[in-house]
């Protein structure tokens, strides 16, 4: 997709998308055959149901039928919100892992993974797991040294609210 393409659909997307209280993160035009596909990734504070992205889906395609974004040929639209696997490139991408397990690539040291405990304009305090029954130790690192950030999968994560109760 060109960037004027892409500028042009950003133009007319993101005020649908922030209607809804929705964050556009990703617009990506592919093609699938003979026909393209336009995924359209949102997301929020509070994640990103399915009702919310078939309303929105509705919203969209409406839009796009009724000018001529999209051109003549036949396309089919996705919206969709970002996977676990997303890397976290924005501030508020940090913001929202804030209490989840981040595997953070430095652009000097090894990788390492640890839990995102607060995030402020420079950078984000972090808890280092113990190893071998250590203690885990508090980490500060600037976003500015970050080279690669993704939120690490927990299939046993305990929930906010079970650990409010």
Do not use: W
């Amino acid at each position: 997709m060109s960037t004027t393409h892409s500028e042009r659909l950003r133009g007319l997307l993101e005020p649908l998308v922030s209607a809804k209280g929705l964050d556009l993160e990703e617009i990506e035009l592919s093609r699938a055959g003979r026909r393209r596909v336009l995924r359209i990734v949102v997301d929020s504070d509070d994640g990103v149901d399915l009702d919310a992205c078939a309303e929105l889906s509705r919203t969209i395609s409406t839009t796009l039928d009724d000018t001529d974004a999209m051109g003549e040929d036949e396309y089919q639209l996705e919206v969709t919100s970002p996977g676990a696997d997303r890397p976290l490139t924005e501030h508020r991408h940090y913001v929202r892992a804030v209490g989840r397990l981040a595997k953070i690539q430095p652009h000097e040291g090894d990788e390492f993974v640890a839990r995102v405990l607060a995030v402020d304009e420079e950078g984000l305090d972090l808890e280092v797991p113990g190893v071998k029954g250590r203690k885990p130790t508090a980490r500060r690192v600037e976003f500015a040294s970050i080279a690669k950030a993704r939120v690490e999968l927990e299939f046993n994560r305990k929930d906010k609210k079970e650990e409010e109760a």
